[in-house]
């Protein structure tokens, strides 16, 4: 929904450039906000970039991508594999949460009784 119909103001106070949101047509204000949820939210570094060549090896050490330009490669690697390693890894994070409430609403549930 465009920012002039919800009448909303985006605006940070933690980023390092100040910016100036207006109101009017244009991103709705949660998307910034989850853009710079997913920019700040700690990853853990050790494997990252073993992660990143495991990515690269799956997608170009092969015979689909013997045919792409090698600066093509080393674009996807620099730009697009760092956002999604980063994304996976957060998501794996929130999954280890979701598993680990869904085992402890279930063993709090009581057994079912058998006629």
């Known amino acids: 929904m465009p920012a002039r ?3 909303r103001y985006v605006s940070f ?3 390092p450039l100040p910016l100036l949101f207006e109101k009017g047509e244009g991103l709705y204000g949660k998307t910034v906000e989850y853009i710079h949820a997913f920019n700040t939210f700690p990853v853990d570094a050790s ?3 073993d992660y990143i060549d495991n990515c690269y090896d799956g997608l170009f ?3 689909e991508g013997a045919v792409i330009p ?7 690697r620099d730009i697009l594999l760092e956002h999604y390693v980063r994304a996976s ?3 794996k994070h929130y999954q280890k949460i979701y598993a680990t409430v869904g085992r402890w609403y ?3 549930q009581p057994a079912p009784s058998l006629p």
Do not use: D, F, H
Request: proline content about 4%; charged content about 15%.
């Open 61 to 63: 050490n092969n015979a």
């Open 47 to 49: 494997g990252y970039t």
């Open 5 to 7: 119909a919800t009448a």
């Open 89 to 91: 890894l957060i998501a």
């Open 13 to 15: 106070r933690q980023l």
């Open 70 to 76: 090698p600066e093509m490669k080393r674009a996807a």
């Open 106 to 108: 279930m063993s709090a």
